[in-house]
């Protein structure tokens, strides 16, 4: 069949073609270590999915509102008024099958073909994808390592022109783990408020922070009216495949964000929000144990990196990524993690996955075991030692 003309401007992420290569490997007996998918390694906490059992045993296999089921609204709405500072009311609130769709239906309810929209490279490729996909002009800045991999705000203020729509920010950044403080935050807002751009706030990894306290752009006067806040339970709960995430926007917009869902999906599924009701207000505890460890493997992994001769890598501030410096080898990035697959056995993602200022840097995802990550490392330094 002849595609539209559209999809020749739809990207991909590569980590799920990287997983299906590891795969194809380990069905030939190879033994492969898997830091290359952005998913944490640990069970979905018990009481999460005892909840989900007693939804479907209740009859909550049906249909519900686009928008989310509202007493899951209410919760959410709940959690952002505690954790931003700020109140939200249900109306809000769009619950998704993930927090992708919250990206996507966004742009698709705000963006014309020709806006502008700014976007963090290296970062997550859907950014790119979807802006290029519906005919915006996406416009790259660049995560410098010298700025600890944060967005630098003169740039920002530099790229932005009349037909800037929307700045997309993520803090805890992926690929690179950085996040932005208070004052990078007040300095886009003020940005954006003066010259009237929407702000998308990928705020997937709030909750996995080291040390430090998470901001959210929200959180400041003048913003909640121009932003977007994407959100969800796949990292902080260890809930990727059950697929439930949701948005905050202002009611108008939501209630075209459901009108979009409508169109595509129907509604979230309706076991699955009830099950996220009882994550939000449930113990919190095994998201405490899962950060603590992430906390550990974040250590391991920086030390062993950086014990290796000319590979460098900065300590992450959240999300569970590493992104080190392997330009010395003079070896391009995509070449780099095919060879590191192929002969060390280790699956990690090629920095240009995350786009072109990527170059030069390898993403490594430390949401694997202890005892996975030193043998990873053990192979990374026999790798680099032999090139
Ligand atoms: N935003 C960022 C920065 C991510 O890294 C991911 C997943 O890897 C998502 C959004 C999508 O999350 P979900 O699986 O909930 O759709």
Same mark, same amino acid.
């Given at each position: 069949?002849?595609?539209?003309?559209?999809?020749?401007?739809?990207?991909?992420?590569?980590?799920?073609?990287?997983?299906?290569? /590891?795969?194809?490997?380990?069905?030939?007996?190879?033994?492969?270590?898997?830091?290359?998918?952005?998913?944490?390694?640990?069970?979905?906490?018990?009481?999460?999915?005892?909840?989900?059992?007693?939804?479907? =045993?209740?009859?909550?296999?049906?249909?519900?509102?686009?928008?989310?089921?509202?007493?899951?609204?209410?919760?959410?709405?709940?959690?952002?008024?505690?954790?931003?500072?700020?109140?939200?009311?249900?109306?809000?609130?769009?619950?998704?099958?993930?927090?992708?769709?919250?990206?996507?239906?966004?742009?698709? /309810?705000?963006? =014309?073909?020709?806006?502008?929209?700014?976007?963090? =490279?290296?970062?997550?490729?859907?950014?790119?994808?979807?802006?290029?996909?519906?005919?915006?002009?996406?416009?790259?800045?660049?995560?410098?390592?010298?700025?600890?991999?944060?967005?630098?705000?003169?740039?920002?203020?530099?790229?932005?022109?009349?037909?800037?729509?929307?700045?997309?920010?993520?803090?805890?950044?992926?690929?690179?783990?950085?996040?932005?403080?208070?004052?990078?935050?007040?300095?886009?807002?003020?940005?954006?408020?003066?010259?009237?751009?929407?702000?998308?706030?990928?705020?997937?990894?709030?909750?996995?922070?080291?040390?430090?306290?998470?901001?959210?752009?929200?959180?400041?006067?003048?913003?909640?009216?121009?932003?977007?806040?994407?959100?969800?339970?796949?990292?902080?709960?260890?809930?990727?495949?059950?697929?439930?995430?949701?948005?905050?926007?202002?009611?108008?917009?939501?209630?075209?964000?459901?009108?979009?869902?409508?169109?595509?999906?129907?509604?979230?599924?309706?076991?699955?929000?009830?099950?996220?009701?009882?994550?939000?207000?449930?113990?919190?505890?095994?998201?405490?144990?899962?950060?603590?460890?992430?906390?550990?493997?974040?250590?391991?992994?920086?030390?062993?990196?950086?014990?290796?001769?000319?590979?460098?890598?900065?300590?992450?501030?959240?999300?569970?990524?590493?992104?080190?410096?392997?330009?010395?080898?003079?070896?391009?990035?995509?070449?780099? /993690?095919?060879?590191?697959?192929?002969?060390?056995?280790?699956?990690?993602?090629?920095?240009?996955?995350?786009?072109?200022?990527?170059?030069?840097?390898?993403?490594?995802?430390?949401? =694997?075991?202890?005892?996975?990550?030193?043998?990873?490392?053990?192979?990374?330094?026999?790798?680099?030692?032999?090139?």
């Amino acid at each position: 069949m002849k595609l539209a003309e559209r999809m020749s401007r739809l990207g991909t992420e590569t980590a799920f073609v990287v997983l299906a290569k /590891a795969k194809k490997l380990e069905a030939e007996g190879k033994e492969i270590i898997h830091l290359e998918i952005g998913e944490p390694d640990f069970d979905t906490p018990r009481n999460i999915i005892d909840s989900a059992i007693d939804a479907l =045993n209740g009859g909550w296999t049906h249909y519900g509102p686009s928008a989310g089921l509202p007493d899951l609204r209410e919760t959410i709405a709940g959690e952002i008024a505690r954790t931003r500072g700020v109140k939200v009311e249900p109306p809000q609130i769009v619950v998704t099958p993930g927090g992708k769709p919250v990206m996507f239906f966004a742009m698709l /309810a705000l963006i =014309n073909e020709g806006d502008e929209v700014i976007y963090p =490279n290296p970062g997550f490729p859907i950014y790119e994808s979807v802006i290029n996909f519906i005919g915006a002009e996406s416009v790259p800045i660049q995560m410098k390592e010298e700025n600890q991999f944060r967005l630098d705000v003169d740039e920002l203020a530099s790229l932005v022109t009349p037909k800037t729509k929307m700045i997309i920010v993520n803090s805890p950044q992926n690929p690179t783990g950085s996040v932005l403080t208070g004052e990078d935050l007040r300095a886009i807002a003020e940005i954006a408020i003066k010259n009237d751009i929407i702000v998308l706030s990928d705020e997937i990894y709030s909750r996995i922070i080291y040390g430090g306290v998470h901001h959210s752009i929200y959180s400041i006067d003048g913003m909640p009216e121009r932003t977007i806040i994407l959100d969800g339970y796949s990292k902080t709960y260890a809930m990727t495949g059950w697929r439930l995430g949701y948005g905050v926007m202002p009611a108008d917009l939501a209630e075209q964000v459901a009108k979009l869902q409508t169109n595509c999906n129907s509604c979230t599924a309706s076991f699955v929000q009830k099950a996220g009701i009882a994550a939000l207000s449930g113990p919190q505890d095994d998201v405490k144990m899962m950060v603590d460890k992430f906390s550990e493997r974040r250590d391991a992994v920086i030390k062993g990196l950086n014990d290796i001769a000319n590979v460098s890598c900065l300590v992450p501030d959240g999300a569970f990524y590493v992104f080190p410096n392997v330009s010395a080898f003079g070896i391009k990035s995509a070449e780099m /993690a095919d060879r590191i697959l192929y002969e060390a056995g280790v699956a990690v993602l090629s920095g240009t996955s995350f786009g072109a200022f990527g170059e030069g840097y390898i993403r490594i995802s430390y949401a =694997n075991s202890i005892e996975n990550i030193n043998k990873a490392l053990d192979r990374l330094r026999t790798f680099f030692k032999g090139l």
